[in-house]
């Protein structure tokens, strides 16, 4: 918004100073600074009237697309034990990435080196504690 109305002052041949001063006459303390107007002033002179940010190089932007999030959930799924190194190691992204969306939005976490879905019902939370004592029940038997 602010580059279209230092725009229009430009094509008036207004200098980067009155330009300055009408924005912050109009916006007040949300007006560019200066030396951003004058850049742009520059830029403008230069016939570069483009408003859109080019692209820059340095760290990508994270984002998750479904078709991630789904292969993350069929690995999970298909071996709960899989470690998020082995995870990111098979989709080619990084583990810090992994993890996030395990845990964001997928809405899983660890437990006890298995993953499981933050929230378990009451039947799910029952399973591991029954398995359990039927194999105490099995040992104990075995070894009487």
């Given at each position: 918004?602010?580059?279209?109305?230092?725009?229009?002052?430009f094509?008036?041949?207004?200098?980067p100073?009155?330009?300055?001063?009408?924005?912050?006459?109009?916006?007040?303390?949300?007006?560019?600074?200066?030396?951003t107007?004058?850049?742009w002033?520059i830029?403008?002179?230069?016939?570069?009237f483009?408003?859109c940010?080019a692209?820059?190089?340095g760290?990508?932007?994270?984002?998750?697309?479904?078709?991630?999030?789904?292969?993350?959930?069929?690995?999970?799924?298909?071996?709960?034990?899989?470690s998020?190194?082995?995870?990111?190691?098979?989709?080619?992204?990084?583990?810090?990435?992994?993890?996030?969306?395990?845990?964001?939005d997928l809405?899983?976490?660890?437990?006890s080196a298995?993953?499981?879905?933050?929230?378990?019902?009451?039947d799910?939370k029952?399973?591991p504690?029954q398995?359990?004592?039927?194999l105490?029940?099995?040992?104990?038997?075995?070894?009487?």
């Open positions: 918004m602010e580059t279209l109305a230092v725009k229009f002052f094509l008036q041949d207004k200098a100073k009155e330009i300055h001063a009408i924005l912050t006459e109009t916006l007040g303390e949300h007006a560019p600074s200066y030396a107007l004058k850049n002033v830029q403008f002179k230069h016939s570069d483009s408003t940010d692209p820059r190089t760290r990508p932007k994270t984002v998750t697309t479904p078709q991630i999030s789904d292969q993350i959930l069929k690995l999970i799924l298909g071996n709960c034990w899989i998020t190194k082995s995870v990111a190691e098979h989709l080619g992204i990084s583990r810090e990435r992994v993890g996030s969306i395990i845990h964001e809405d899983m976490r660890k437990l298995k993953s499981f879905p933050k929230c378990l019902n009451a799910e029952r399973q504690c398995s359990s004592e039927q105490w029940e099995f040992f104990s038997e075995l070894s009487k």
